[in-house]
């Protein structure tokens, strides 16, 4: 009985060697950036065109946050070793002094969640714009596309969510002066090998191009990582032959290639880098 029982434990253990070595054989699911920009882009926060006071503030402000180091301080929240300071939002209230805040809150680093507060580059800017100007902070999260449109719509007073300036926002919005210069990164599997000789942005669109209809690159609806994927007259992006698909937010576009639905994302260089670290961790 006692060898029975041996031979017994041998094999299970045999057969759980088998099953971890075969899972580790298994296709990665890490993601890894591919780390050259594909563009060149501006961010800029979106006013209401009916409150040129609040544009002039708010270039004022961009202003002296830059000056004073302060802007520098905010990034090192998350690109260096300080602390992301969480933001709360306060209730609308039409009789209150308010400052109405659109965003998209799925756009780590610049802005994301965490339990009922608000985090990230734009909304530690968007308190200490409140505070600036003596009003309380309402933060209204939403779909990107709807962004500029609730605030032309004067929904809300300004749009601060990782905006590139582009003309055609500008018939909603007005921008104020710029505060961050973007570019646009693929990422992909880690296990993906196409892009590993590439050494420019034309490299990488030359893979793009080797691209068939069989493959799916992923974006954020609106962004610019949609028109780069899609084609874009006004940005002079050609179109790739994929299939694109589009997400609420580039979490998700990046768990969804995790998850085995897609070739590739094109999103901004800073989420690029930390929704991957994320999602790896």
């Known amino acids: 009985m006692k060898s029975n029982k041996l031979l017994s434990l041998v094999l299970l253990a045999a057969m759980v060697i088998a099953l971890f070595a075969s899972c580790s054989g298994s296709a990665s699911t890490e993601l890894k950036v591919i780390d050259i920009p594909l563009t060149e882009e501006e961010y800029a926060f979106g006013v209401d065109k009916n409150q040129p006071e609040l544009l002039t503030k708010a270039n004022e ?158 974006y954020q609806n609106g962004t610019t990582g949609q028109f780069y994927v899609l084609g874009d007259e006004e940005w002079g992006f050609d179109c790739f032959k994929v299939e694109g698909v589009g997400y609420k937010n580039g979490s998700m576009a990046m768990q969804d290639m995790q998850n085995g639905n897609l070739g590739f994302v094109v999103i901004d260089e800073a989420p690029a880098k930390c929704i991957s670290a994320a999602l790896n961790g």
Request: with cysteine; glycine share 8%.
């Open 61 to 218: 402000f961009i202003a002296k946050i830059m000056e004073d180091g302060t802007f520098d301080d905010i990034c090192n929240h998350y690109f260096g070793d300080g602390t992301p300071v969480p933001v709360a939002s306060a209730a609308l209230d039409e009789n209150k002094d308010q400052l109405v805040v659109a965003t998209n809150a799925g756009f780590e680093p610049f802005e994301y969640t965490q339990g009922d507060n608000y985090l990230g580059i734009d909304m530690e800017i968007a308190k200490l714009f409140a505070d600036y100007l003596g009003w309380e902070l309402v933060i209204s999260n939403m779909d990107f596309e709807a962004v500029c449109l609730s605030v032309g719509q004067s929904k809300c007073d300004i749009a601060m969510a990782g905006l590139t300036i582009k003309p055609e926002r500008e018939e909603y919005v007005t921008f104020t002066d710029s505060y961050y210069n973007a570019s646009q990164m693929v990422v992909v599997l880690a296990d993906n090998t196409d892009f590993d000789e590439c050494k420019s942005a034309a490299d990488v669109e030359a893979v793009l191009n080797g691209y068939d209809s069989s493959v799916k690159g992923g």
